[in-house]
Structure formats: structure tokens, C-alpha cells
T-cell receptor, first 112, second 114 residues
Framework: SQKIEQNSEALNIQEGKTATLTCNYT??????LQWYRQDPGRGPVFLLL?????KEKRKERLKVTFDTTLKQSLFHITASQPADSATYLC???????????FGSGTQLTVLP | DGGITQSPKYLFRKEGQNVTLSCEQN?????MYWYRQDPGQGLRLIYY???????QKGDIAEGYSVSREKKESFPLTVTSAQKNPTAFYLC?????????????FGPGTRLLVL
């Protein structure tokens, strides 16, 4: 069956450092990969989408990489701030699939 | 403001009771979705609709029903057949009917069983 794994534990980092979150997948050949941010008790908010033929995508302090050989995406937040503390979800869509499949998320805490 | 609204924020269900969760969007999106989120887990797709008067089952449709009579509305009914309904329910929409598109989420409804 298809499976998505994100960092299994919560991630704590110091303010100003770069946070790196991992999304690994098996049995997929995704055409797209998306990252969302979810705050407690709220709905997810879209951050970035990267296509299979793109190696890297940037938006302000955010960067996403997509390695289809390793079946992995990395999500980076540079110069992290306490306001970046949230759960980050990756989501995959396979070319022939009829739905977007979400990982369980990584809870990031940026310590002041 | 454009967006997705869900109501109520909290909903309590008695055993054997059907309850309906509301989802409305004014983004003029064609596609709408319902997800269920349990603690420490990802979102699981219940139902989705790519166009008015049409909808498809997701991974965990048993015990749920939906309708899509209007483009802007996609209510979800949690029936008495759903034995473990306690969860956080999220509604989402996307511009086109394709499931590859960015999804916009509502604020969610938390359903609790009395």
C-alpha cells in the first residue's frame, strides 16, 4: 500500500536556525508534492507545491526539494521564528490517483 | 472575504443519532472535499465532489453521506452507522475538479460523542 512518512518525532529548534523537515514515501510515483501548515485546532494552509520535474522551489524563507530517486522531499525554513511553530504536513498526488494523500505531519517548535 | 466556512465549531452526538456538518465556500471552486483527522494522524479522505450533483467515496466513506446540490455547499452527515465518529472534520475546496490542485481548508468541526 502507499505510505508517507514524516519526521516521527516533534522537532525543536532554536530561533534563527534552519528547520529541516522530511517527507519520505513508498509505492508512489507522485506528479506533485505539496506542503501545508496546520496550527492547533485549525485547518491546514497551503504553503508550496513542487512538481516531479522540479528539484527545488522557494518562497521567502521556505524551500522545498523533491528527489524522486530517493523518494523524498525536504522542507526547509531558514531564519526560523517562534511564529513558525506549527505542524507541517506533506501531501502527494500520484498521476493516476484520484485523491491527495497526506502524511501525519511533523510538529515543529521554534524556541526563543 | 472569500473562503470556506464550517459550522458548528463543536458538535455533540448522542448514540444512534445522525448529525450534519455544514461546509460552505464562496470561492467559486468546482471541487470540494471532506477529511477526517484523528490525533497524531494525517487527513483521511471521506468523500469528494468534483462537480455539482456528483460525488465519490474516499478511503473511509462508511458511516458517512454527502450531497452536492449547490456549487457552494457540501454538507456531511455522520450517520449512526459510524461507530467511532469522534474526530476533527475538515472541509476543503479546490479551483478545478482535478485532485492535483491546491486545496483550501475550512476551520474544521470537532465532533464529540456523548
Amino acid at each position: 500500500s502507499q505510505k508517507i512518512e514524516q519526521n516521527s518525532e516533534a522537532l525543536n529548534i532554536q530561533e534563527g536556525k534552519t528547520a529541516t523537515l522530511t517527507c519520505n514515501y513508498t509505492n508512489y510515483s507522485p506528479a506533485y508534492l505539496q506542503w501545508y501548515r496546520q496550527d492547533p485546532g485549525r485547518g491546514p494552509v497551503f504553503l508550496l507545491l513542487i512538481r516531479e520535474n522540479e528539484k527545488e522551489k522557494r518562497k521567502e524563507r521556505l524551500k522545498v526539494t523533491f528527489d524522486t530517486t530517493l523518494k523524498q522531499s525536504l522542507f526547509h525554513i531558514t531564519a526560523s521564528q517562534p511564529a513558525d511553530s506549527a505542524t507541517y504536513l506533506c501531501a502527494l498526488d500520484e498521476g493516476s490517483a484520484r485523491q491527495l494523500t497526506f502524511g501525519s505531519g511533523t510538529q515543529l517548535t521554534v524556541l526563543p | 472575504d472569500g473562503g470556506i466556512t464550517q459550522s458548528p465549531k463543536y458538535l455533540f452526538r448522542k448514540e444512534g443519532q445522525n448529525v450534519t456538518l455544514s461546509c460552505e465556500q464562496n470561492l467559486n471552486h468546482d471541487a470540494m472535499y471532506w477529511y477526517r483527522q484523528d490525533p497524531g494522524q494525517g487527513l483521511r479522505l471521506i468523500y469528494y465532489s468534483q462537480i455539482v450533483n456528483d460525488f465519490q467515496k474516499g478511503d473511509i466513506a462508511e458511516g458517512y453521506s454527502v450531497s452536492r446540490e449547490k456549487k457552494e455547499s457540501f454538507p456531511l452527515t455522520v450517520t449512526s452507522a459510524q461507530k467511532n465518529p469522534t474526530a476533527f472534520y475538515l472541509c476543503a475546496s479546490s479551483i478545478g475538479g482535478g485532485l492535483r490542485e491546491t486545496q483550501y481548508f475550512g476551520p474544521g468541526t470537532r465532533l464529540l460523542v456523548l
